[in-house]
């Protein structure tokens, strides 16, 4: 397939590096098997440092995240881009208060995931992520509007995979402990009835996917990257 229309040009407000990464990498391999070999929409990334952002979600000023978001707002929409993406979960608990500041038009990365768990026929989704996002209202309101149901782990569980996050994968160290941390959480949501887990941290996809986990996953990274793919290039 090659497009003949105008690709819209996809802005990336990035947060920690792997996730975006892993975003990145996914729309350009996509966008080559679908428009041709080399082939992809233009992407304009911008990114403050990841310490600026803890610094407010430290401070639990979640206003202050939504100001780095809109910042990168902006000097993407100067750039070009035509909507923006964020591959980060747990940022999105700011997205809301300043969607009517922004410059562009967002795809929500809980809908992007909402939408293909009602394509697969899934209905109780367990959560996994950072304990911010894990204790936020980002995918059960988003889910609760779709008819999904949302588990949470338990306290311990998202307080070590919260550890697991932000000391090994935003860093890029992928562990074999974690991965078996993982699966064990994740047992346990199939237990408790769930019939898919959404990895809900865009930096889990790096070590857990459909061949190693107890339920079928939901990739919140790749999902959104192709997403945003069929929006620029308008299917």
């Known amino acids: 397939m090659t497009s003949t229309t105008r690709e819209r040009h996809i802005g990336i407000v990035a947060c920690s590096a792997e996730g975006a990464a892993l975003c990145y990498r996914t729309i350009c391999h996509e966008g080559a098997r679908q428009l041709g070999p080399y082939e992809h929409p233009q992407l304009t990334m911008h990114s403050h440092a990841l310490a600026a952002y803890m610094r407010c979600i430290d401070a639990d000023d979640w ?75 980002v995918y059960p309101e988003r889910f609760a509007a779709h008819g999904l ?26 562990k074999p402990a974690a991965i078996a941390y993982f699966q064990q959480t994740i047992a346990k949501m199939k237990d408790g009835a769930c019939d898919a887990v959404v990895l ?6 790096l070590i857990m996917n459909n061949g190693n986990s107890p339920l079928p996953t939901l990739d919140s990274t790749r999902l959104l990257a192709r997403a945003a793919l069929r929006h620029a290039i308008g299917q």
């Open 63 to 137: 206003a202050g995240v939504g100001e780095l978001m809109l910042s990168s707002a902006h000097k993407l929409a100067s750039a070009g881009a035509d909507f923006l993406i964020c591959p980060d979960n747990t940022i999105h608990q700011a997205l809301a208060p300043i969607l009517a500041r922004s410059p562009l038009p967002w795809l929500h990365i809980a809908d992007v995931v909402a939408d293909e768990a009602l394509a697969r026929g899934y209905k109780r989704i367990g959560l996994t992520g950072t304990r911010w996002l894990v204790e936020s209202e």
């Open 200 to 205: 809900g941290c865009t930096e889990i996809p």
């Open 149 to 174: 149901a949302t588990v949470r782990p338990g306290l311990a569980a998202r307080m070590e995979i919260n550890r697991i996050i932000m000391d090994e994968l935003v860093n890029g160290e992928c």
